[in-house]
């Protein structure tokens, strides 16, 4: 029997986009399209078909997990989902599983990162935790003002790299990392860079509601408060709300990642809106 799970083409794309409003539902048609146009000739996109139609999906990112001096090809999958009226009938994990099979057979580290709720569902499917933060949320104290300036893709990744070499953390492309600021940008969003005692940090950041939320950076806690209250004033924000890495010191700890096929731990993974 034929395998109804196969990789998307773009005459694909119309059905992709109806299954993803369907199952992001605060995602605008205007992102979903911009989406795929960034995207979809640079990723992988497997669906599971009925009925003559694309009604489940993954998409899948290249990554490199660095752990030490050794670098792992892997898979990043991200925005998987199925049609309403076709859940509860395996279709997902039919995906999945060939996804799964795909990432053992070209020996590439499988991971993602799920929404919470969905966290017991990859377990069913042999994924562990991999990777944790904390996310932490203060009011900024008034402190002397500090300069950002607008970093590009390639610097931001120069930087990233430069910070988190010394431990094991997911590596991605200058391409990848470009559409993250792109999409950051989207979101009205700001990719900047400041100096502190003369050394240069980097941070990813956007507005939401009432408050900044921090996706990405290489300061400590106490630096991100320290360069806090400038921040608020670029985005005219009170609050702000940071994913840090598990050796923060504070903040409510919740899983950042489920892996696969690894023993790998503690890896450093955010980037990506979540």
């Not at 369907?22 to 911009?34: G, L, R």
């Not at 009011?139 to 988190?164: G, H, M, V, W």
């Not at 921040?231 to 504070?250: G, N, R, T, W």
Request: net charge negative; aromatic share 14%.
């Amino acid at each position: 029997m034929e395998n109804p799970v196969r990789l998307a083409s773009k005459p694909d794309i119309p059905a992709l986009c109806e299954i993803w409003k369907s199952c992001f539902i605060n995602d605008s048609e205007e992102y979903i399209e911009y989406f795929y146009k960034e995207n979809f000739d640079s990723i992988k996109t497997y669906i599971y078909c009925a009925d003559g139609r694309p009604v489940s999906m993954v998409h899948i990112f290249d990554a490199v997990i660095n752990d030490g001096n050794i670098s792992h090809k892997a898979m990043y999958a991200y925005a998987g989902g199925t049609l309403p009226g076709y859940r509860h009938n395996g279709y997902f994990e039919a995906v999945m599983r060939h996804v799964q099979n795909t990432a053992v057979s070209g020996r590439e580290i499988l991971f993602f990162k799920p929404a919470p709720h969905l966290i017991s569902y990859y377990q069913f499917l042999g994924c562990v935790n991999g990777s944790f933060f904390r996310i932490v949320t203060f009011s900024p104290e008034e402190k002397q003002p500090y300069i950002f300036t607008d970093i590009s893709d390639i610097e931001y990744n120069r930087l990233r790299d430069s910070a988190f070499s010394g431990t094991a953390y997911v590596k991605w492309s200058d391409d990848y990392i470009r559409w993250c600021i792109d999409e950051n940008a989207f979101f009205s969003g700001r990719t900047l860079k400041t100096a502190i005692n003369g050394k240069e940090h980097f941070i990813l950041l956007y507005p939401e509601d009432d408050m900044l939320v921090v996706n990405e950076t290489d300061m400590s806690l106490s630096e991100l408060k320290q360069v806090g209250s400038s921040l608020c004033k670029l985005f005219d924000k009170k609050q702000i709300k940071a994913y840090m890495p598990d050796s923060c010191e504070e903040g409510e700890e919740t899983i950042s990642s489920l892996i696969y096929n690894s023993e790998l731990r503690n890896y450093y993974t955010n980037l990506i809106l979540i």
